[in-house]
């Protein structure tokens, strides 16, 4: 068996640490960097940064090269570190990587996302004034988390990417028992934007539902207002972007253009980071999708899915700039080819609410039936009410409407015995969705057995539950659920989740004391005294 010296191991322990980012390839061959154990070079002439995502990673160095920035300064200070931990001048380093975004010397590189796309191939062209397709830079293909990176001729100007082909994930079909969701084909063009590349100026730009929207919004300024490509794309980005996941004056740091969207299947968390409320907003289209799907008869995830949803909102923006559900050839509908009917299966319209109350009811959808996600209804109030309040004239013709985020408030009015022999028992609640809500849709009860029973409104906001099944193990669980679909039923016990206690006797109660008719008393309910003493014969129990 072959073993290491210490120095050889020490440097395969480094190799394999800097082995999981594409480095640059080094100035120096590997054997100059060992000879340097002997005679160490002269600090090299600091050059200007490349990006700041290689000034984080040289910083994560320990100033290796002193402050040089330049991405082949911070390919020289790994071989520096790599000569000085392999000459056993430096301790192998506890480094926090930080993944730079041109990672590899790519001149552009990103994510492709709605889950991540794998295997779709990513072209990148000219970008022409009128936001037109031009001539051909370069292509790739994305790997399992949609990264890519290219690497271009000498040009600068404007870059449209273009990915198409590959498979993401659905979030939303995510199976029941946590498996994960499966994968549907990337069958449409999905676009993003770079603008004013520069060549030796490596870039960032990630491929998003975003992205797409933002180039079809920008396309329709430049045609009928006359605006600058550069203007068009920027207000685009910036519209689109506070409507999408940032709350005013409260967080506003989600930038589409460089955050790469959480993963919320495979990332629980209850902080809303920007990569958190990207997550949250890809996985409202693709539940937003399964709903129009099922409303239409559809199979999920076939004729309408997420991407479908989205070139039909883009279709929207390019029409007219706003998101009003009018297309060039009129009214969009999903499936495009469906019916709007007023019973049985129907296809959906689009308005301006479709990203606004439905996207936000369908995040809340997805929030209470994940619990995976780590998140809960509450997590999500300030993000889903500044989604379905916004009224930005620039994206919407009408004002925005209150989203209710939280399920209804409940009260125990009429309980039922602490303990009964009957197979059925009645109790009455009431139900209080608060001002400016959605109102309350339904209220259900779990008996001990996991049965559930539907309540009855019998009044204003007052709901009963009739013959409720009792089972040998006691005690309700009660919530409701409102039109906006929040429910109660996965919250911890309080007011938006009643536990109503409720026994089963296993023997009947014994006769009360007073209404005891005793042998030869002609029905006197008046025993003597020393007959009014309870038995001590075990399980009676008092009524």
Not at 504 to 521: A, H, K, N, Q
Request: net charge negative; glycine share 10%; proline share 9%.
């Amino acid at each position: 068996m072959l073993t290491l010296s210490g120095t050889a191991a020490r440097l395969g322990l480094l190799v394999r640490a800097f082995g999981r980012h594409r480095l640059l390839k080094p100035e120096k061959p590997l054997g100059r960097v060992f000879a340097e154990c002997v005679t160490p070079s002269a600090p090299r002439k600091p050059q200007p940064p490349r990006s700041s995502g290689e000034t984080a990673l040289n910083m994560r160095l320990g100033g290796v090269h002193g402050g040089e920035t330049s991405a082949q300064g911070w390919t020289d200070g790994r071989a520096a570190m790599v000569a000085a931990v392999a000459c056993g001048r430096a301790p192998l380093p506890d480094v926090a990587w930080v993944d730079a975004p041109d990672a590899g010397g790519f001149d552009l590189s990103g994510y492709a996302v709605k889950g991540p796309i794998s295997g779709g191939t990513v072209t990148a062209y000219k970008l022409l004034p009128e936001l037109s397709r031009g001539e051909l830079l370069a292509s790739t293909t994305t790997d399992e988390t949609g990264f890519f990176g290219l690497t271009l001729p000498a040009y600068n100007g404007n870059v449209l990417l273009v990915v198409r082909g590959g498979t993401y994930l659905e979030e939303a079909l995510a199976l029941p028992d946590g498996g994960q969701p499966p994968r549907l084909m990337v069958d449409v063009d999905f676009v993003g934007l770079v603008m004013d590349y520069r060549t030796g100026q490596p870039a960032t730009a990630n491929l998003t539902p975003i992205s797409h929207l933002a180039y079809h919004l920008a396309r329709y300024h430049v045609r009928e207002h006359l605006e600058p490509a550069a203007q068009a794309v920027d207000d685009a980005f910036s519209h689109l972007g506070a409507h999408f996941g940032n709350v005013p004056r409260t967080a506003t740091d989600l930038d589409w253009r460089t955050v790469t969207p959480a993963s919320l299947t495979e990332t629980p968390s209850a902080q809303l980071t920007a990569a958190q409320r990207a997550g949250l907003i890809l996985v409202g289209f693709s539940q937003l999708a399964l709903t129009m799907s099922a409303r239409a008869g559809l199979s999920p995830g076939g004729q309408v899915n997420a991407l479908s949803l989205v070139s039909a909102l883009a279709e929207d923006l390019e029409a007219d700039g706003k998101f009003d559900g009018l297309g060039s050839r009129g009214r969009l509908l999903l499936p495009s080819d469906g019916q709007v009917r007023s019973s049985g299966p129907s296809a959906t319209a689009l308005d301006g609410s479709t990203v606004r109350h439905h996207l936000a009811g369908a995040i809340a959808d997805f929030v209470n039936s994940n619990a995976s996600s780590g998140l809960t209804i509450p997590d999500t109030e300030g993000m889903l009410t500044a989604l379905s309040t916004n009224s930005d004239p620039y994206l919407f013709d009408t004002p925005g409407t209150p989203f209710d985020v939280l399920p209804p408030r409940l009260k125990l009015v009429s309980p039922p015995p602490l303990e009964t022999d009957q197979k059925t028992v009645s109790f009455v609640v009431s139900a209080d969705d608060g001002p400016d809500s959605a109102g309350v849709k339904a209220v259900f009860a779990r008996n001990g057995r996991g049965t559930v029973i539907a309540a009855t409104a019998v009044g204003q906001g007052i709901w009963r539950f009739a013959k409720a099944p009792m089972a040998s193990q006691p005690d309700f669980d009660v919530w409701a659920v409102d039109r906006a679909n929040n429910s109660g039923e996965l919250l911890p016990l309080g007011e938006y989740h009643l536990h109503v206690p409720c026994a089963l006797y296993t023997e009947p109660p014994l006769p009360r004391p007073d209404r005891v008719v005793f042998p030869g008393s002609s029905g006197s309910s008046t025993p003597p005294s020393a007959a009014l003493e309870r038995p001590s014969s075990a399980g009676a129990r008092p009524q």
